[in-house]
């Protein structure tokens, strides 16, 4: 079973930025697959941003050119840097992972963006 912990949600006003952390319980260098999803309140868990094992990434339209997904392997962590937040950004952020067949999904962090 694979162990998901994000981290830096928060509150910030328009315009601002946060960066998000998922450490995973083992090494993340055989993961194929790595997102970030968010679940508004009364809306279904959409995608935010994705990326693979060779790196290619793929992103929501809504949030293309203000979000980064990057994976740093040494420290088992993918990250989100959102640049540019929108009061609709917010939504709670869950980390997933693809591993082994199974998939895996965080507790989620909350990202509050005020008008």
């Known amino acids: 079973q694979v162990q998901l912990v994000e981290s830096g949600g928060g509150l910030v006003q328009a315009g601002g930025s946060l960066r998000l952390s998922c450490v995973a319980s083992?090494?993340?260098?055989?993961?194929?697959?790595l997102g970030w999803y968010r679940q508004a309140p009364g809306k279904q868990r959409e995608l935010v941003a994705a990326?693979?094992?060779?790196?290619?990434?793929n992103y929501a339209d809504s949030v293309k050119g203000r979000f980064t997904i990057s994976r740093e392997n040494a420290k088992n962590t993918v990250y989100l840097q959102m640049n540019s937040l929108k009061p609709e950004d917010t939504a709670v952020y869950y980390c997933?992972?693809?591993?082994?067949?199974?998939?895996?999904w965080g507790q989620g962090t909350q990202v509050t963006v005020s008008a």
């Open positions: 083992e090494s993340i260098r055989s993961i194929i697959y």
């Open positions: 997933n992972a693809a591993v082994r067949g199974f998939v895996h």
């Open positions: 990326i693979y094992s060779g790196g290619s990434t």
